[in-house]
């Protein structure tokens, strides 16, 4: 889609008006220069021309009000519009489906919400005042053959000529924004990897040096391309800036020699010629701001199109949610992958699971034996691609499927801890201030005005606070995955034999994954295990007093 055609769904019928106002300052603006130039024409003569004067200050009236409105409105509209799109993208994240937003990856985000409705805004406040100098071109132009035929045939031509430049100019910054586009989300990507990955970096020199040349590279090529674009615009702005001289060369030594136009005929007609090499100088310079804006806007409009499909089928639930369940099977269920990173297919299943109300089960495993994608397809984040998922008998499906998430609470690895207790709306504080007494948490951080107080804690700390915010949540099952990987021994053991046995004891439902085997052996309490292997649960007992 067109950077012009985006900024007219998105203003919705505000760009008539602001477009209807641009005319009248272009047309106030022409004819302010034509009261000027009759105005000096008359001087010359030794009088004054009190109808010129008279008009020339209507004309600047109306400019100045037709001018202070276009900014004004221009740019009321602009933060409307930027505030509408990171709305409805963020919107469209927030229905979407996981494997979406695993396959689009996050520097497309943050580039879309933040970079590029940036990029919109300033184009769409340079395209106010383009429309602006697009009307007092077309007077102005109207004004000069109104004074010579001749000039107005030659201006127009070389006007033309210039468009040609700037529009095959324009082009060629378009293709080259789009692929600098492309490398800025790649560079993001090893300015992400260089700061989360800190450590590992930091402890392998070469990987060190191999990411660094990597970022060189990618850095290197984006340089390239934007020298080349830039480049090219340069060329075209000195063949505009060389074109229009020669226009007002012609007009002030060649036009005499070809026409009856006298000195002062000349003088009258050079004024408005400035006035329109200067409208000229202006569009120029839009050049690669509108380039930009649709390479922005095509990179919107295909994170939107990514996005669409996956939230049409996220739409609002009708039925009621579940206050809780008795039984939740799994049977023949097959879900496949493609990494990214080698184009192999990654299959979990067939999985046969069933899941009672109260269960305590354990997941073991080999790392990438598919225990966390386990973990997503019951919580429903995960679709599979074959067999069905129930709970009490009614299928998961895409009518049902956000009322069965409602029973879920859950930590994964790469768990995420807010800073306010979202979705809680009445937090019971007494129990809060226990949980963090029980985790060893109370003067570390707490609830201040409806944020915690700080998250600035160490790894094992952090997971505790998110399984006080699970248990907050009061849902029917806690997942877990590696919750204990981070904890220091005293509290993995008071996990195990304090807290599940607790959550036992309630007959409270938690599956989690894991690898403590030798607490598992010294289980007190009724619990299930299993183990999964290449995908598949191939072994399957309870884990009760050593069992």
């Given amino acids: 889609m ?41 001087a010359d003569d030794g009088t004054i021309s009190a109808w010129a004067a008279g008009l020339f200050v ?5 400019f100045i009000k037709a001018q202070n409105y276009l900014l004004i409105a221009s740019t009321n509209e602009i933060g409307a519009v930027v505030h509408r799109l990171q709305l409805r993208l963020m919107d469209q994240v927030r229905q979407s489906e996981l494997p979406a937003l695993e396959g689009i990856g996050r520097p497309e985000f ?44 030659l201006s127009t031509a070389i006007i033309c000529l210039i468009g040609w430049a700037i529009y095959m100019t324009n082009q060629e910054h378009a293709a080259g924004a789009i692929e600098s586009s492309k490398l800025e989300d790649r560079m993001f990507d090893r300015l992400t990897d260089l700061l989360d990955g800190f450590k590992e970096v930091r402890l392998n020199r070469a990987r060190r040096e191999e990411l660094f040349d990597d970022a060189v590279e990618t850095s290197r090529t984006a340089a390239n391309v934007k020298i080349r674009t830039q480049t090219e615009i ?10 229009l001289y020669a226009l007002l060369g012609i007009i002030v030594f060649a036009v005499p020699n070809l026409s009856d136009m006298q000195g ?9 010629l400035i006035f329109l ?9 839009l050049v690669p701001v509108l380039a930009a804006a649709n390479a922005a806007t095509d990179s919107i409009v295909r994170l939107e199109n990514k996005l669409r499909p996956v939230e049409s089928l996220s739409g609002a639930s009708t039925s009621r949610p579940p206050k809780g369940f008795e039984r939740i099977e799994m049977r023949e269920v097959v879900f496949r992958r493609t990494e990214q990173s080698s184009d192999t297919i990654f299959q979990v299943g067939p999985l046969d699971f069933t899941l009672r109300s109260g269960d305590i089960v354990f997941i073991t495993g080999g790392n990438g034996s598919g225990k966390s994608t386990f973990l997503k397809l019951l919580a429903g984040l995960y ?73 600035d804690l160490s790894g094992g ?20 995955d590696e919750w204990t990987a981070e904890q220091d021994p005293e509290f993995r053991r008071k996990f195990y034999e304090d807290l599940l046995p607790e959550l036992s004891r309630a007959r409270a439902t938690v599956v989690m994954v894991t690898h403590d085997e030798r607490h598992l052996s010294e289980l007190t309490f009724p619990a299930r295990r299993l183990r999964m292997d290449e995908g598949r649960l191939v072994e399957q007992n309870t884990a009760e007093n050593g069992g």
């Avoid at 109207?142 to 035929?149: E, K, N, R």
């Avoid at 090499?277 to 310079?285: E, H, P």
């Fill in 461 to 480: 700390q952090r997971k505790r606070l998110a399984l006080i915010v699970s248990m907050l949540e009061k849902r029917s099952i806690l997942l877990l």
């Fill in 383 to 455: 679709q599979p691609d074959s067999g069905d998922i129930t709970c009490d008998g009614v299928r998961v499906d895409e009518s049902t499927r956000d009322d069965y998430r409602r029973l879920f609470a859950a930590i994964f690895y790469d768990y995420h801890l807010f800073h306010q207790l979202y979705g809680i709306p009445q937090p019971d504080m007494i129990e809060m201030d226990r949980l963090l007494t029980q985790f060893g948490l109370f003067r570390k951080t707490g609830i201040i005005d409806g944020e915690f107080s700080t998250l």
């Fill in 58 to 62: 209507v004309a600047l009236f109306l």
């Fill in 264 to 272: 002062e005929s000349i003088a009258s007609v050079t004024l408005p």
């Fill in 234 to 243: 340069f060329k075209a702005t000195i063949f505009t800036q060389s074109s």
């Fill in 110 to 153: 943050v580039n879309a919400i933040v970079g590029h409705t940036v990029t919109l805004a300033q184009a769409t406040y340079n395209l106010a005042l383009a429309g602006q100098g697009l009307f007092l071109l077309f007077f102005v132009a109207i004004y000069i053959a109104y004074l010579s035929p001749l000039v107005f045939i």
């Fill in 2 to 42: 067109h950077f012009f055609q985006f900024i007219q769904r998105e203003m919705r019928g505000a760009l008539p008006r602001l477009m209807i106002v641009s005319a009248v300052a272009g047309v106030s603006n022409a004819v302010a220069l034509a009261a000027i130039n009759f105005g000096a024409k008359t």
């Fill in 277 to 285: 090499v200067g409208t000229c100088f202006g569009a120029l310079q």
